[in-house]
Every structure is written in C-alpha cells, then in structure tokens.
C-alpha cells in the first residue's frame, strides 16, 4: 500500500466531515470518477477534531476510483442504448474473450472490478450529446415568443437528474444542431443547399454528358467504357498527322506555356527512303455537333450556380439570425471587458455588478447582472499546473495500482517499478520512471514559482439578466478601433474607457491562451504557416511523381493527403496560441484548404500535360478516381471508425481500472473547420472540371449528401462533444466559394476555348511530298506498333499553344480573348466562345467587386464606425430580446475557467466555484464533486485557505477580516491567483427577509462568502 494506515484513517475522516463530499443529492460513489492522485481532500472538519500538526499541503484534492461500478444513476432502456453498448452486452456473453475481470485474483485485491458496461455509460451520458426527454422550459417559452420550433433540448453533460436521450439522427432537425454551435447549423444547412444545387447543374449538364458519351463526339465510343468516365469529355480517337514545322524543344515545356512537357505526342516518321519528318497526335473528338444545346445548358448552368451560390452567402446573415433565434446562447447575454483597469476593484465581482447596474440604471430599463467572471493573466501558471497534472497521469498509469496515490511518495513509488528498456528509449517509446518523477517535481517547482508571482485581471466577463440588457451596453460602450466616438462620462470607469465585444462561447474559450501576447501570438502562427507552406510544396512534388507513375496512384495519393492533412495540421496548429476554438478552427480552415485545393486541384492541373487533357488514362482519370474514393472509400472509414471501436471492444475490456476502461471510451471531438474544408475542396473541384467531367456534379450531389447525413450521425453517435463554434469559419468560407467561383466561370470559358486539348493547327497549304508508309519513334523512343498511311492530297499541322489560359491578351475583352484562338476554332463554335467570355467578364466583375465592397464596407465599420442597434431596434425586436432571462434557461452556461487535460474523463476548474449556481458550470460528474476537478487545490496555500474557510462555516461562523488571512503565504501576499467567478440570485427570486449566507449546498442562493 502508498500510505501509512494514519494517513488513510486521516483522510477517511476528512472525506466524512467535508461538506458532503457531493453536491445537492450527489453520492460520492466514484464510479466514474477521474482522479486517483489525492494526497487529501478539502475538508470543513472541525479544528479539535484533526490536530493541527496533522494538517498537510491540501494539494491534488481528487477523488478516489473504481469503488461501486455495479450501481447505474442513469438506468438506461436497452432501445435508448447506442448499437455499440447491444454488441457489447452480446459479446459479454463469450467470458472467455470479452471478460475484463479475467484476472480474477488480481481483482479480489482491489475495492471494485471494472464494469465494461459503466464505461458505456460513460460514452452514452458524458461524451455522446444528449437531449432532455421533456424539452426545457426555457426552450418552450422561447417557441411561444417568437414561434420558432425547439424540437430538442441539449441536455448538460452527465445530465442525471432529468430524463434524457441521445438526439434522434433521422429526426433530429437542423434548427436544432446548433445546440453544438451556430457554425454546425451553418455546415449542415450549407450541405443541403449544395446537394440540392448539385443535382439541379447535373440535370442540366446530362444533355451534354449524352453527348459527349455518342459516337458524335468520338467516333471509337463504345459500350465498354469505364462507368467513371461516362459522360466525360475523354476523346479515344486520336490519328497521326504530319507535321514538318514541328521540333521536339516544342514539346519539351521549357516555356510556361507548354510546361510540362510531353515526349508521346510528338513522333519521328521514317520512310522507306530513310527520310525523316515529324508526326503529331491529334485528337479526333468534335463539339461542332452540339452548338445547337452547349450554349444555352453551360451559361444556364454558369447563371445558375453563380447566382445561387452568391444569394446563398449574402443571405447568411439572415439564417444566423434564424439559427440563434432557436438557441439560447450565453454569449448573446454577456460581454467581455478587454481592458480592465489595473487597480484593486478589477479583482471584484461586486464592484463590476454594482457599476454597471448603477450605471445604466436610467437607460430604458434597468439592467441586472447575473454573473461575473474575471479572468487573469494567469497562463503561464495554469500551463505549469497542466504539465504537471500530465506528467503525474502518466507516472500514474505505470504503475500496478494506484489507489492511494500520494504525491509525496513518488518517489518511494520507483523501487517497485522497473527501468524503461534501452531500445525503447532508443526509439522514444515511454518515458523512464525516474524521468517522470524528475519532471514532476521540476514541474512542481515552477509550479511553486509561478504562484508567487502577482497576476492582473485580463478580461472581465459579464453576463446580463436578459438579451436587450447586453445589446444596450454594447451599444453604449462600443467603440471603433480608429476615429472618435464621443463616450458619456458616466459611462467611464474609474475614468477609463472600457473596450468591450461579444464574447464566444463559454465552451469555446481556451482559459490557458486568453491573453497571450499578441507579438508572440503572430510569430507562432507565421512559423507555422510557412511549415504548412513546406508541407504543400512538398506534398505537390509527391503527387508530381505518382503522377508520372499513373494517374489513379496520383489520385489515390491526393485521398491519403486529404486525409493526413488535418492531422498534421492540427499537431501545427497546437504550437500556436488561440483565445478561443473559432480562432483555432479558422487557423486550421486556412492551412488545410490552402492544401486541399492546391494539392487536389491546381497541382494535380499544372503537372498534367495539356495535351493529356482528354485522354482517357490521363488527367480525366484522376479526377474520377478521386470523386469516387471521396463517394466510397473516405466515408467508409469515417463509419466504420476502425480505432475507436478497437478502443471500446478489445482494448477496454481488458483494462484493470474504470477510469482506465471509460478513457477507451473518449472519442476526438469533431473539427467544424476540417468538415467546411471538405465540402469546399468537394465544390471546388466539381466547379473546375465540370466542362471536362459533368459527371463530377452527380458525384458532388452523392458526397454532399452521404456527409450531410454520416456527419450528423458521427456527432450524435460517435464524436465527443465540442466546443461551441460561431460564425467565423463559415464566413471565412464564403470567401472561399467566391474564389470557386471566380475559378468556374474562368474554367467555364477556357475549357471551350482550348478544345481540342492538343496543339495542333491545320496548315492550309500541303505540297503532298510526304504520301507514303511511315514507320514513327515517339520522343520518349518508343516505336509506334501500326506504320502510318499518309495518302494523297492529306493535310500538314503545326504546333500551337492552345493553352490560351496562360497567355491572356490586354485588355481581356470578349473578342480579343477569342481572337487568340482563332487558329484551331471554327467560326461556327465562335459565337459559342464569345458569349461564355462575356458571362466569365461579368461573373468576374460582379464577384470581385462583391468582395470589394464587403470588405470596404467591414472594414470601415471596424476600424472607423459603430452602429447603434438600440436605435434602429422595433418594439417587437426589444420584446424579442427581453423575452427569456437568463436564470430561466435551464440548459445554458456562465463563464467558469476551464481546461481539458489529457487522460482524464472531465476538465479541470480554473477558479473557485464555491460562489458560483452549480448548474452554471456546463458539466456533471454524477460520482463526486466538483472539487475533484479544480486545479486551485494544487496550490497548498489556498487549499489550506479554502479547508480553513468550509471548517468555520460548517462551526457556524462567518468569516471576517480577523480570522481571515486571504491565503497569506511568508511574504504576506494575498493577491489573487487564479481567476474569480461569481453569480447571484436573481432579485425577483430573494426574499428580503431571509439572511443569506455559504451557499455550497444550496445553488438557488449564491452569496458571497463574505458577508
């Protein structure tokens, strides 16, 4: 055992006189329970009953595991349970392969066996989104107001004193999967709209798809033809043709124009008389029989789907409007002070609530405060107690058992456990015992370090009673980051002006990168844009050599990459700090589709010679091969989810401890940003090769609507349950389907123009010296099988660069852009050219200037102007945003500093929460309190100060100013540490008669601790 029987007996004791150990009707059973590293708890134990000697450093105040595991607060229905948990009830049957108690002595030395069937639990109530069975009140009074349909409730996490349910997938509306964020509606509604468009420009293409599958097109079509390429532009009647200008540094690509070169379309032909001159390939293929249709379904389609696309993203704001309508958010009721003053009453929430309510005490209504949180400039501090915590998990998990941990014995702990290997720590596999303990008390000492310092408040977080309360302190103290805005002086605090924004979410705060620097915030995010940079040119040198091997090894090159990507990035993007998850998921938006679309698209189109355009083995069969891996291979992967069921079924059942088996059970929470990505690569290149591949808008339709309903299976079944993400990443995305835009009508117009894709132009002139038998080499030395006929009165070619693209004529009007293919286009298909080159001049102008304006126009408004919502505001849309306050919504959050921590089933507080309505906090461990999440007890002085503060509490006192050392430590200091989060009972539920006091056990009254 860790611990002496005095230690046990003493901590048993603290554990039963502390303030319940639990929250309002929880039983600290443990169950489920993460930490197994206390060395004591909080206690309010009375002072004659634990000597004071007997007081040690209250640090890593967690709870103990795996006690009663056979006991189930949630008592789920087998037809609410998830597919998985039936197998794994199925499989529990064959002991001899699924028991997790196999080792059944081993077993009978712990307090508990694991329960494979708690772990489940665990997935179901704490990972998986639930949704309450009733709905919320909140939510139904929202629908009467303003009658919008709230079909579903999100519950809280570990949600178990009201029924609830995992979220129906076929039933589940997209209103209500923004109860995962604004930018999850905005995904899903985008989907649809894109599946729904796809199909449209599909129907109106089959014309030519039919076309370009007959005998018309290309006189060697066949039935046997691969399904991938139906209705594609691939041209197999191709016929040497004699070229005697031609010379090979033509075809070799030393100029832009012709870069890459190609060595098989251009051959030497010898005849019987050892003459020599040179052949071309030419592609045979004609679209002189579809004129009658080609302009009226390409331009209907180029109208069609830029008008769409451009009403679709210039009506967001609208469906953003819609979308937080139906969701009670916190940020819609709270602000964010950037620039607390730094004096002695920016530490206190008191004075916050007072200022503001007294402020604006005469401003249309009177406004009250529900909760403030202030947040410190802490960081370094909190990523040292990380670090720390880290470390300990992972000594922890090397060791046999762990029960009664104590962190002052890690080091007694290394003479039962044996050194790590030398081939391992060769390979880097594991880390030494003793280097663990050496990091730990390392970090241990930073720790202590760190929590000397003095820290300031950084960001103050208020959250109003009601919407329109939070609209008018915006709209009063808002100010633009250039120009004048002239500001009442009572509005002044302390006689400063405060710069105050709209916060994200609770959920999507990163606590530990709040407020780093910024100049350290810009060199991180520069380096790793430049390593991503290095990534997409090398994975284009990648795909440049699969492609010289085969097209479909390139395309299943581009599908491995499109894969590893956000891996990678991901790891890139860890380096840089963040204030918030939008900010992350838009920094990984940018790298990932800067790779996507460079490596799917553009890469895969500068190396593919030009005149490969319409083979059939060439560049046509690449963009098949990776729509049909996007359609088949990358979903089934995604449901199939190969590691997280290896995790759940065979790794989990064997585990020794609970908190070890339910970590089996943690799932990735799912990046917004990398499932915008996809869709946006998808649409982009549907877009760029529809003129060549119409087919690609089928395949679109199928892909947007398999993710559409896998994704929305995946985040109501199978990922844990992210951060709320806002608008930012769909926004930044609409610039982005602009560009894929600008990209289609340019695409639209050259892939016309350049037909037939093979840089040969008719001679009119032949002096018929060149009859007769040749024998043709191509370039690359090749001998062409069949000798070539060349019969009387045949025709000579030369070479041109019909890659007009890259030669664009100023100005860039219709008739000049047509006039540069004047050599190999027949007059009958000009008409055709000139009026796509208008569409693609006017798509051109009126995007480019979209995007001009909106960014003016955004940009003026931050930098020099502030509009003022209140004035512009209708009675009906002040009663809207006074309808639901913020203590009547049972499902929503405060703003409680918190951190995720790997290896452990919950995140970890930030702040004492002792003054905060429990129900505020976003998530419920149903086995122990909330104490045994919070990294404040890390620090003995103000563990001891908290145990000294429950102890007179529970005697009956209050504490004053004379028993009360503010956690002094040596040097007298008593500045705060970690951030400080309070909320109070709103007015119209106090009863003024009432004496109010420590509220621990009674979250409906939150009151200061000192009175």
Request: proline share 4%; glycine share 6%; hydrophobic share 40%.
């Amino acid at each position: 055992m860790f611990q002496t029987k005095k230690k046990r007996a003493l901590k048993k004791q603290r554990q039963l006189n502390s303030r319940g150990g639990s929250r309002s009707g929880h039983a600290s059973t443990g169950g489920n329970s993460d930490s197994i590293i206390s060395a004591s708890v909080v206690t309010a134990t009375p002072v004659e009953e634990v000597p004071a000697k007997e007081e040690k450093a209250v640090i890593f105040s967690l709870p103990r595991t795996d006690m009663d595991n056979t006991k189930s607060r949630y008592n789920d229905k087998l037809a609410d349970m998830t597919i998985g948990r039936r197998i794994s009830r199925q499989l529990y049957a064959l002991n001899a392969f699924y028991d997790p108690n196999e080792d059944v002595e081993a077993m009978k030395k712990r307090k508990a066996r694991p329960n494979i069937d708690k772990a489940w639990e665990y997935f179901e109530h704490n990972v998986l989104p639930r949704c309450l069975v009733q709905g919320s009140k909140s939510s139904r009074d929202l629908a009467a107001v303003k009658g919008i349909e709230v079909k579903y409730d999100k519950a809280e996490v570990g949600e178990f004193e009201k029924p609830t349910m995992l979220y129906p997938v076929w039933d589940t509306p997209i209103d209500d999967m923004a109860d995962f964020g604004i930018g999850v509606a905005l995904y899903f509604s985008t989907l649809r709209f894109l599946a729904v468009l796809c199909l449209v420009a599909f129907w109106l293409n089959s014309s030519t798809m039919r076309y370009f599958a007959s005998k018309d097109y290309d006189s060697e079509n066949e039935d046997d033809v691969k399904w991938s390429l139906w209705g594609s532009a691939s041209c197999r009647h191709t016929k040497w043709e004699v070229c005697p200008t031609c010379t090979e540094d033509e075809w070799k690509g030393l100029a832009w124009a012709t870069f890459p070169g190609t060595s098989d379309r251009l051959a030497t032909g010898t005849n019987a008389n050892g003459e020599e001159v040179k052949f071309l390939e030419r592609n045979q293929c004609t679209m002189e029989g579809m004129d009658g249709f080609y302009p009226f379904y390409t331009i209907g389609t180029l109208v069609l789907i830029v008008g769409t696309v451009f009403y679709w993203i210039y009506s967001q704001k609208q469906r953003i409007r819609e979308f937080d309508d139906a969701e009670n958010s916190s940020s819609d009721y709270t602000i964010e002070v950037k620039n607390p003053p730094p004096i002695d009453s920016s530490f206190s929430p008191e004075v916050w609530k007072e200022w503001f309510e007294t402020t604006f005490r005469g401003d249309d209504d009177a406004i009250e405060v529900a909760a403030v949180t202030i947040a410190l400039d802490n960081e370094r501090l909190i990523n040292a107690l990380v670090d720390r915590r880290a470390l300990i998990r992972e000594y922890q998990n090397i060791l046999e058992d762990v029960d009664e941990f104590d962190i002052d014995d890690i080091e007694d702990y290394l003479k039962d456990l044996p050194p790590l290997p030398a081939w391992k720590k060769s390979l880097e596999i594991g880390t030494d015992p003793a280097d663990l303990v050496k990091g730990i008390q390392n970090a241990s000492k930073l720790v202590n370090e760190l929590s000397a310092w003095e820290y300031e408040a950084a960001s103050i977080f208020v959250t109003f009673q009601t919407q329109y309360q939070q609209t008018m302190v915006l709209d009063r103290l808002s100010t633009p980051l250039l120009g004048e805005r002239k500001i009442e002086s009572k509005y002044l605090y302390k006689g400063e002006q405060l710069k105050i924004t709209e916060p994200a979410e609770p959920s999507a705060l990163r606590w530990g990168q709040l407020n780093v620097d910024f100049t350290a915030r810009f060199a991180q995010i520069a380096f790793t844009t430049v390593v991503a940079l290095l990534l997409v040119l090398g994975g284009g040198i990648a795909i440049s050599y699969a492609r010289s091997i085969s097209p479909s090894i390139a395309g299943y090159l581009i599908t491995a990459l499109n894969i590893l990507t956000p891996r990678v990035v991901s790891a890139l993007t860890k380096i840089e700090s963040h204030p918030n998850a939008s900010s992350v998921m838009a920094s990984q938006y940018l790298k990932i589709t800067a790779f996507r679309w460079t490596n799917t698209v553009l890469i895969f189109c500068i190396i593919s010679p030009f005149t490969d355009t319409l083979m059939e083995d060439s560049l046509i069969e690449g963009i098949a091969k990776v729509f049909t891996l996007d359609l088949f291979l990358r979903p089934t992967l995604q449901y199939l989810n190969i590691g997280g069921n290896i995790g759940k079924h065979l790794k989990a059942p064997k585990a020794k401890r609970q908190r070890t088996m339910n970590l089996f059970f943690k799932a990735d929470s799912y990046d917004i940003g990398e499932r915008q990505t996809n869709i946006t690569t998808i649409f982009f290149f549907t877009l760029f090769y529809s003129a060549i591949y119409p087919m690609g808008y089928f395949f679109a339709f199928a892909i947007f609507t398999l993710k559409y309903w896998l994704d929305k299976f995946c985040i109501l079944r199978s990922w844990g349950q992210g951060p709320k993400i806002g608008t930012s990443v769909a926004k930044i995305s609409n610039v982005f389907y602009l560009l894929a835009l600008i990209c289609f009508a340019i695409q639209t117009f050259y892939s016309y123009a350049m037909f037939p894709y093979d840089n040969a132009c008719h001679v009119d002139t032949s002096d018929g010296s060149y009859t007769g038998s040749w024998n043709l080499t191509r370039m690359d030395g090749e001998e062409i099988t069949d000798s070539v006929l060349v019969s009387d009165g045949h025709s000579e070619y030369k070479f041109c660069e019909q890659n007009s693209i890259r030669s664009i004529p100023f100005p860039p009007t219709p008739t000049n852009l047509v006039g540069l293919t004047s050599d190999w286009m027949s007059a009958k298909r000009e008409p055709t050219a000139y009026n796509l080159a208008l569409c693609m001049l006017v798509s051109l102008v009126v995007i480019g200037a979209s995007l001009l304006m909106n960014t003016v126009v955004r940009g003026y408004k931050i930098i020099f102007g502030v509009e003022s919502s209140i004035e512009s505001m209708s009675e009906e849309e002040r009663i809207d945003l006074e309808a639901v306050r913020f203590s009547h919504i049972d499902e929503i959050h405060a703003y409680i500093p918190q951190i995720k921590i790997e290896g452990y089933l919950f995140p970890f507080l930030l702040c004492d929460v002792d003054y905060i309505n429990e129900d505020l906090i976003g998530w419920d461990d149903p086995d122990t309190h909330y104490d045994a999440y919070n990294l404040i007890y890390d620090i003995p002085r103000l563990a001891q100060q908290k145990s000294k503060e429950r102890t007179l509490h529970r005697l009956g006192e209050f504490v004053s100013d004379e028993n009360n050392d503010g956690g002094l430590d040596d040097d007298g200091n008593n500045a705060p540490i970690f951030s400080i989060a309070k909320s109070w009972t709103p007015y119209e539920n106090k009863k003024s008669s009432k004496k109010q006091g420590y509220t621990r056990n009674n979250p409906d009254e939150n009151t200061p601790l000192i009175d």
